[in-house]
């Protein structure tokens, strides 16, 4: 795993909102408030190496670039010894690279938003991808991260949507014992591993909002107490922030371009409001 610095020098011609991304819509900088004439300058981490992907291919991080909206800019990029933060997880962390409409009509995993919160303290490698549980992570996504994970590097990981369709992975049972071999297998090579609960999905019964996920959710939390490991309860955070904003959370949803409602995977909105948690508690 190669690390890289991104130092942006931006410099406003009139007033303008800025956006910058690197490789696979990663966000670095969001809406930005810039008056004209002003410049900034921000530093950012990147990561590129060895990576497997069941789906998207493409997604494989070869070099480290940064694309800058609405302003002008400059950028280097330089190697940089920085410790990784690896993401393992499905579709609700992956990078969602669609990029047309607004906010709320794109898909975003809170995976990608994370470097934009870590700055140049650490670079990020996203291994999930879509459709994927803890079987397929074992069978591949966590087998390029072992090979170059560092002591010191974090590995985040978030399952559970795609488990609880597959009989074999319960939550006590076949989820949870993958768990538990992630978690071995990143801990013998020296690296932390964080569990997280999966993110609750904003499905009402009866008036209600669902349960569908706590199992999982529980499993996670009994699993980092008997392994002693940090979780970070992206469960429980999504669920209250949900009950909070009442009808207003629909807000932080895909709303696909003349479709139904995505209750389960975040927009740009949602995915920032949930990286930002994450960053938080690292």
């Excluded at 049972?173 to 932390?192: C, E």
């Amino acid at each position: 795993m190669k690390t890289y610095r991104i130092d942006l020098k931006m410099h406003a011609g009139s007033d303008t909102s800025v956006d910058a991304f690197t490789c696979h819509r990663r966000f670095l900088i969001s809406g930005l408030e810039l008056r004209a004439g002003e410049t900034v300058c921000r530093s950012f981490g990147a990561a590129a190496g060895e990576a497997d992907f069941q789906k998207q291919a493409a997604y494989r991080d070869t070099y480290a670039e940064a694309t800058v909206r609405g302003c002008e800019f400059e950028a280097e990029i330089n190697e940089a010894e920085l410790p990784v933060v690896y993401c393992l997880g499905d579709s609700t962390v992956c990078d969602q690279t669609y990029s047309g409409g607004g906010p709320t009509d794109r898909c975003c995993g809170w995976g990608q938003t994370l470097q934009m919160y870590l700055g140049d303290r650490y670079a990020v490698s996203n291994h999930a991808e879509q459709g994927t549980h803890t079987g397929d992570c074992l069978s591949c996504h966590i087998l390029p991260v072992l090979r170059q994970l560092r002591p010191g590097d974090t590995v985040l990981v978030q399952f559970g949507h795609n488990d609880q369709k597959q009989s074999w992975l319960r939550p006590y049972g076949g989820y949870k014992d993958n768990l538990r071999k992630i978690a071995r297998m990143v801990g013998d090579r020296g690296g932390r591993c964080i569990l997280c609960t999966p993110i609750n999905r904003l499905i009402y019964v009866n008036g209600r909002l669902n349960n569908y996920l706590d199992e999982y959710a529980a499993a996670v939390r009994e699993l980092a107490a008997e392994l002693k490991l940090r979780c970070i309860d992206l469960h429980a955070f999504t669920t209250e922030t949900y009950l909070r904003l009442g009808p207003e959370a629909e807000n932080l949803f895909y709303h696909p371009p003349g479709g139904i409602l995505d209750r389960t995977h975040p927009n740009d909105l949602g995915g920032k409001l949930i990286g930002g948690y994450v960053s938080q508690n690292l």
